[in-house]
């Protein structure tokens, strides 16, 4: 197996960004997707993660687009962290995106009224959406776009996106999330066995400021 998947890693964020962008931009159901998130008009709105970075391991070693692909998660950010409000804008994403794979909505502004219910320890209250990315159990995972008004891409990684394009699972220590790291990283090996997987550290507890 040759390392032409990996012939973006290492070059400049500016570079990877560009590239992002080509990428995504080559992908009919992720640009349909963005386009009808954008008529929504919700509260910063985001697409992040997974359906993010699988769209660049699919297009860099020829897979088909949205392999390994079960959802494609949107955030926002609404002050109206009530169950009804946000079931309501569900509902709305769910009628105006149709289609494979579907899309799942998240209100980050209500994340840490369920967390603990779900995880068993209390969860971080978010003041944003991309915020919501810093806490991710990978900083591979911590990507999040959209498109604007203009057409243009706007990419957001708080960790850069060398580890996506270097086909690297990294620990992010900031919460105790080692089962999650390494149940996420069992998966998409087994879809892209390209990916190489850096260990959870055994005494790091990291603080944001060191990310």
């Given at each position: ?29 992720m640009m349909d997707v963005m386009e009808r998130v954008r008529l ?115 990419v957001h990684a708080p960790f850069g996106l060398d580890n996506i ?47």
């Amino acid at each position: 197996m040759t390392d032409d998947h990996l012939r973006y890693s290492g070059l400049s964020i500016s570079r990877q960004t560009e590239t992002l962008r080509e990428i995504l931009r080559a992908s009919p159901r992720m640009m349909d997707v963005m386009e009808r998130v954008r008529l929504l008009d919700l509260p910063d709105a985001w697409i992040v993660s997974g359906a993010i970075y699988n769209t660049v391991w699919n297009a860099l070693t020829g897979r088909p687009d949205m392999h390994g692909v079960n959802d494609i998660d949107l955030f926002y950010f609404d002050p109206d962290t009530t169950w009804e409000a946000e079931n309501r804008v569900i509902r709305r994403v769910a009628e105006a995106i149709p289609g494979k794979p579907p899309v799942e909505t998240r209100n980050q502004a209500r994340v840490h009224l369920w967390y603990e219910q779900r995880f068993g320890r209390p969860g971080p209250k978010f003041s944003s959406s991309r915020e919501a990315l810093l806490y991710f159990a990978s900083r591979t995972h911590a990507v999040a776009v959209r498109l604007e008004e203009d057409g243009n891409l706007a990419v957001h990684a708080p960790f850069g996106l060398d580890n996506i394009f270097s086909f690297r699972l990294v620990p992010n220590t900031i919460r105790p999330n080692r089962e999650t790291h390494e149940a996420k990283a069992a998966r998409q090996m087994a879809l892209w066995p390209e990916l190489e997987l850096f260990p959870w550290p055994k005494h790091a507890m990291a603080t944001l400021e060191d990310t």
